[in-house]
């Protein structure tokens, strides 16, 4: 968990001004939710960790149509919405860097009194601690456009440090393309979308290693990987829909769902998979901090500076 409130709540920060103008009923009214809001960050953001597994399918589809097609897509805009954040939605799209939108954002709609100024700290809070703490993609959020500083909705910039998206989104087949080994149990469909997504996210060039790819694998493409094999937090709830569908009511769904946990529950503590796993090599140790320091897309170091810096400690 990143240290210290976030921006919405910190006195020191550059997030939203009081509500000058409204009235005080207003005002109160207004703090209400924004706590309500604060409260659902704090209770349900640490509950959605996903697994890589889920995020690897969410970093390879590179198109909107289908990153909005991957479960956990669909899994962040009904958090956000349980949250009270609204009906976020992927607006825009190049690999490793994200632009979401809110229509009517309901953070906007708390300062009526407000205008000629972004406010919307909240939300900006809460898809940095998704990205980082729940899918553990090392990233940047700002937003870039606001209702109250005359943009048509808001709009959030998310950019993926690339060394953690690689991390996450490579798995052992993906390196052994990347390393040139012969792969025997793979068809040649399979092998061409492959090495299609590692061309998009320019670690191939022309079927070849490209330099970013040569330079990524000679200096973190081989470290041990730790990746916790575990259930998405999606699934308990679509089994429980579908036990509600067969036997008629979420009540029998409950107690179903109850027996089997309670009989797979010391099954599931014994055979969790674990692979070993580091930290993303020199993640910079970003941390959330507050809004006047907040992590800004403009800030992010490149490919190049993190690789130099990745050679400069392995010849330390």
Same mark, same amino acid.
């Given at each position: 968990?990143?240290?210290?409130?976030?921006? /919405? +709540?910190?006195?020191?920060?550059?997030?939203?001004?009081?509500?000058?103008?409204?009235?005080?009923?207003?005002?109160?009214?207004?703090?209400?939710?924004?706590?309500? !809001?604060? +409260?659902?960050?704090?209770?349900?953001?640490?509950?959605?960790?996903?697994?890589?597994?889920?995020?690897?399918?969410?970093?390879?589809?590179?198109?909107? +149509? *289908?990153?909005?097609?991957?479960?956990?897509?669909?899994?962040?805009?009904?958090?956000?919405?349980?949250?009270?954040?609204?009906?976020?939605?992927? !607006?825009?799209?190049?690999?490793?860097?994200? !632009?979401?939108?809110?229509?009517?954002?309901?953070?906007?709609?708390?300062?009526?009194?407000?205008? *000629?100024?972004?406010?919307?700290?909240?939300?900006?809070?809460?898809?940095?601690? /998704? /990205?980082?703490?729940?899918?553990?993609?090392?990233?940047?959020?700002?937003?870039?456009?606001?209702?109250?500083?005359?943009?048509?909705?808001?709009?959030?910039?998310?950019?993926? =440090?690339? $060394?953690?998206?690689?991390? $996450?989104?490579?798995?052992?087949?993906?390196?052994?393309?990347?390393?040139?080994?012969?792969?025997?149990? $793979?068809?040649?469909?399979?092998?061409?979308?492959?090495?299609?997504?590692?061309?998009?996210?320019?670690?191939?060039?022309?079927? =070849?290693?490209?330099? !970013?790819?040569?330079?990524?694998?000679? /200096?973190?493409?081989?470290?041990?990987? =730790?990746?916790?094999?575990?259930?998405?937090?999606?699934? #308990?709830?679509?089994?429980?829909?579908?036990?509600?569908?067969?036997?008629?009511?979420?009540?029998?769904?409950?107690?179903?769902?109850? +027996?089997?946990? =309670? #009989?797979?529950?010391?099954?599931?503590?014994?055979?969790?998979?674990?692979?070993?796993?580091?930290?993303?090599?020199?993640?910079?140790?970003?941390?959330?901090?507050?809004?006047?320091?907040?992590?800004?897309?403009?800030?992010?170091?490149?490919?190049?500076?993190?690789?130099?810096?990745?050679?400069? *400690?392995?010849?330390?």
């Amino acid at each position: 968990m990143p240290p210290g409130p976030p921006p /919405f +709540e910190d006195i020191s920060s550059s997030g939203p001004p009081p509500m000058e103008g409204a009235g005080f009923a207003q005002s109160m009214g207004a703090f209400g939710n924004m706590l309500k !809001i604060q +409260e659902s960050i704090s209770e349900l953001l640490p509950e959605s960790k996903v697994p890589w597994n889920e995020s690897r399918k969410f970093l390879k589809a590179n198109t909107i +149509e *289908n990153i909005k097609s991957t479960p956990l897509y669909k899994f962040h805009r009904d958090l956000f919405k349980k949250i009270g954040l609204g009906d976020i939605q992927l !607006i825009g799209y190049a690999p490793m860097h994200y !632009i979401f939108g809110v229509p009517d954002c309901p953070v906007c709609n708390l300062y009526p009194a407000l205008n *000629n100024q972004k406010v919307c700290a909240a939300t900006t809070d809460a898809l940095y601690r /998704f /990205f980082a703490e729940d899918l553990e993609l090392e990233c940047s959020v700002e937003e870039i456009e606001c209702t109250k500083d005359g943009g048509q909705i808001c709009k959030f910039k998310v950019d993926l =440090q690339p $060394i953690s998206a690689y991390q $996450i989104m490579l798995d052992e087949t993906d390196r052994k393309i990347l390393n040139g080994q012969d792969l025997k149990n $793979i068809g040649s469909d399979e092998l061409d979308r492959r090495k299609e997504i590692l061309t998009v996210y320019k670690l191939l060039e022309n079927g =070849q290693l490209s330099e !970013i790819g040569r330079t990524y694998m000679q /200096f973190a493409g081989n470290m041990p990987v =730790q990746e916790k094999i575990f259930d998405p937090p999606w699934k #308990a709830r679509e089994e429980l829909a579908s036990i509600a569908k067969e036997k008629g009511t979420f009540g029998a769904a409950f107690g179903s769902m109850k +027996e089997k946990m =309670q #009989a797979s529950g010391d099954k599931n503590g014994r055979d969790a998979t674990v692979t070993p796993r580091v930290k993303p090599v020199d993640a910079d140790k970003k941390e959330h901090i507050p809004e006047k320091n907040k992590p800004d897309s403009g800030k992010s170091e490149s490919f190049a500076e993190l690789l130099s810096k990745m050679k400069k *400690n392995k010849k330390e």
